[in-house]
């Protein structure tokens, strides 16, 4: 019983970081991921990964560096095929960038997960979805060079 609710202390304290929820949000996909066993087992991998922190020091630096060096990325010399998928109510990366991107990025698509967070393409209950999304995309570029 201890064990599930530090499980479910770690998802909610995740989805403080990782979203703009609201609090009957947060609590559906609390419920979600911890009742549907195979997103239970990917959260739990994800957080494996994830932690001890110190070892994710060195590549967090790096992505702070590329954040701020991408502030000025011309965007709009971009010439391959591009989809920019983003969540609306994304928590760790605005979803003003992805608008920006999208709009930036000559013939860009985009597909956004309409109230989903940072986490919403592995551990939405629309993830298939927006995955089989990506995959027709991959699939409808992939001999495009």
Known sequence: MTAQISLQSVVAGTLDET?????????QRVSY????????????????????YEQRTVGTNNDAAQSLAMQSF????????SLIVHGTLDGDVPFADGVYAASHIPGAQHYWMVNEDHLGFWLSPDAAQTQQVVTTFFQQHASQK
């Open 19 to 27: 979203a703009h929820f609201s609090s009957e949000q947060k609590a």
């Open 33 to 52: 991921i911890m009742q549907t066993p195979h997103m239970r087992q990917l959260f739990e991998a994800f957080f494996n990964t994830t932690f001890p």
């Open 74 to 81: 011309p965007f709009e010399k971009i010439t391959i095929p």
